[in-house]
């Protein structure tokens, strides 16, 4: 091969080897202003979800009921569009319960709007995203609350001495809450799962046909004239309960465990 053979082949790999480098260059420049163009999104995304959870926070502290309302339902928007918020969020209104509901509404009067509201966003919330957040509404006082909207997901919540008396709760998942103590006096939880501690809670009067109280814990608990029709109560704990007047079988309670001071009539 002649020398002008040969410079042009070297001439042809150098502009190959180029061209390859120009093209690699360029792909890495495109990959980076793809990357940067996305933290950029993300950074704008998130300096709006941060705005968003500041105006709402401070919603929650308005005088107008309408304004508070909307600081909640707009938390739970943010709540459904950042799943890593979730369990900020939900604390954030659980201790709104805890302080708006410390003390039972006036006689005659049902739980306000914004409480109802905010218990309504927590029981609908997508639990898969809580990460280690456990619902704390214990002492709080819900009487009458409906959350029959959708089966309200309760489980594993911290309700102890909470007031859920007169509640409408059909369906409702409470399993491994803690009920100790609690009033549930005329609750309808027709359906609900309790296997959960109900150590002294008074469920007097309640609806609790059909619902699910295997291994519940029902020790001292006052279940005097509450319906248990076709209610699961194998392996239950009754030892000390009342159930005086209550509508159950021999068979129910034959499958529970009782003792010398429960109360059958």
Same mark, same amino acid.
């Given at each position: 091969?002649?020398?002008?053979?040969?410079?042009?082949?070297?001439?042809?790999?150098?502009?190959?080897?180029?061209?390859?480098?120009?093209?690699?260059?360029?792909?890495?420049?495109?990959?980076?202003?793809?990357?940067?163009?996305?933290?950029?999104?993300?950074?704008?995304?998130?300096?709006?979800?941060?705005?968003?959870?500041?105006?709402?926070?401070?919603?929650?502290?308005?005088?107008?009921?309408?304004?508070?309302?909307?600081?909640?339902?707009?938390?739970?928007?943010?709540?459904?569009?950042?799943?890593?918020?979730?369990?900020?969020?939900?604390?954030?209104?659980?201790?709104?319960?805890?302080?708006?509901?410390?003390?039972?509404?006036?006689?005659?009067?049902?739980?306000?709007?914004?409480?109802?509201?905010?218990?309504?966003?927590?029981?609908?919330?997508?639990?898969?995203?809580?990460?280690?957040?456990?619902?704390?509404?214990?002492?709080?006082?819900?009487?009458?609350?409906?959350?029959?909207?959708?089966?309200?997901?309760?489980?594993?919540?911290?309700?102890?001495?909470?007031?859920?008396?007169?509640?409408?709760?059909?369906?409702?998942?409470?399993?491994? @809450? &803690? +009920? !100790?103590? $609690?009033? /549930?006096?005329? #609750? =309808?939880?027709?359906?609900? *799962? %309790?296997?959960?501690?109900?150590?002294?809670?008074?469920?007097?009067?309640?609806?609790?046909?059909? @619902? &699910? +109280? !295997?291994? $519940?814990? /029902?020790?001292? #608990? =006052?279940?005097?004239?509450? *319906? %248990?029709?076709?209610?699961?109560?194998?392996?239950?704990?009754?030892?000390?309960?009342?159930?005086?007047?209550?509508?159950?079988?021999?068979?129910?309670?034959?499958?529970?465990?009782?003792?010398?001071?429960?109360?059958?009539?």
């Amino acid at each position: 091969m002649d020398w002008a053979r040969r410079i042009e082949l070297i001439t042809v790999v150098v502009a190959a080897v180029v061209a390859v480098a120009g093209l690699w260059y360029s792909n890495v420049q495109t990959r980076q202003a793809h990357e940067q163009a996305r933290d950029d999104r993300a950074l704008a995304k998130e300096g709006q979800i941060t705005d968003r959870y500041t105006a709402a926070v401070g919603n929650l502290g308005e005088d107008k009921m309408d304004v508070r309302l909307g600081g909640i339902y707009a938390l739970e928007r943010i709540m459904q569009d950042s799943r890593r918020d979730q369990p900020t969020i939900a604390n954030v209104l659980a201790t709104y319960i805890r302080t708006h509901a410390a003390n039972p509404p006036a006689k005659g009067q049902d739980v306000p709007a914004d409480v109802q509201a905010a218990l309504t966003v927590l029981a609908t919330r997508d639990t898969k995203r809580d990460g280690a957040f456990v619902l704390d509404l214990h002492g709080a006082k819900l009487p009458n609350i409906n959350l029959t909207a959708t089966p309200a997901a309760l489980h594993d919540a911290n309700l102890r001495d909470v007031d859920l008396s007169g509640a409408r709760m059909f369906g409702a998942n409470l399993r491994n @809450a &803690n +009920l !100790s103590s $609690a009033k /549930l006096s005329g #609750a =309808n939880l027709v359906g609900a *799962n %309790l296997v959960a501690d109900l150590s002294g809670a008074d469920l007097s009067s309640a609806n609790l046909s059909s @619902a &699910n +109280l !295997s291994s $519940a814990n /029902l020790s001292s #608990a =006052n279940l005097s004239n509450a *319906n %248990l029709s076709n209610a699961n109560l194998f392996g239950a704990d009754l030892s000390g309960a009342d159930l005086g007047g209550a509508d159950l079988t021999k068979q129910q309670v034959d499958s529970a465990v009782t003792d010398s001071s429960t109360r059958l009539r």
